[in-house]
Structure formats: C-alpha cells, structure tokens
Nanobody
Framework: QVQLVESGGGLVQAGGSLRLSCAPS????????MGWFRQAPGKEREFVAA????????RVADSVKGRFTISRDSARNVMYLQMNSLKPEDTAVYYC?????????????????WGQGTQVTVSS
C-alpha cells in the first residue's frame, strides 16, 4: 500500500505563512492524484487542493484561491502546500491524500490513502 507522511504544521499569526510537506512511499504506481484536505473540530473534512502525480495539473478550493498553492517536487518525491495570508478560519488538521484519479479530486471518497494529519493553528 501507500504511506503518506505530512509535516510543516504549527502555530502562526493571522497574515503569516506556512508550508506543508507530504512524502509518499510504498506502491505508488497506481496513484494519479494527490491532494490536501482539512478538518476543523466539529466540521466535515473539506477539500483544499489537489494535483496530478507529476504536479502538472493543479486545483485549489475557492476558499483558498489566491492564498494557497499546491506543487510537486518530483526529484525529491514531495508534495507541498504553500499557505500565505493565513486566516483564523484556516485553523484545522490538514491531511495529505492520494488516489487513482484526478477527475473527482475534490471528493474525499475518491481517495484511497491518507496521512496522519498535521495541525495548523492561526491566531488572530
């Protein structure tokens, strides 16, 4: 199976920036899409961003468009989520995910593998 390890979360003031990393390993030959979802306490897990395996195609949620950027460093085999102009409402556990297709990349049910999550807290 595929293993996903996230890192880079932490505490930051509103307006600040963080960069999350996700390192995939294992049997990744069937993975064609990777992405980021987030979940705040008492809320459903929601889509943040996604990319194709090589990172050529990217997509971000309207709520973070213009502030967050997803990218893929194939040489290091790492996926990044650059988060700028952070707001308190961005506070959540952020999860890296991987799955077999990019067409339904905004739907959490389309993914097969999930990381353990990394906490992002934005103070006012």
């Amino acid at each position: 199976q595929v293993q996903l390890v996230e890192s880079g979360g932490g505490l930051v003031q509103a307006g600040g920036s963080l960069r999350l990393s996700c390192a995939p390993s294992g049997r990744t030959s069937s993975v064609y899409a990777m992405g980021w979802f987030r979940q705040a306490p008492g809320k459903e897990r929601e889509f943040v961003a996604a990319c194709s395996w090589k990172g050529t195609n990217t997509r971000v949620a309207d709520s973070v468009k213009g502030r967050f950027t997803i990218s893929r460093d194939s040489a290091r085999n790492v996926m990044y989520l650059q988060m700028n102009s952070l707001k308190p409402e961005d506070t959540a556990v952020y999860y890296c995910t991987a799955g077999p297709g990019y067409r339904d990349a905004e739907i959490k049910e389309a993914y097969d593998y999930w990381g353990q999550g990394t906490q992002v807290t934005v103070s006012s």
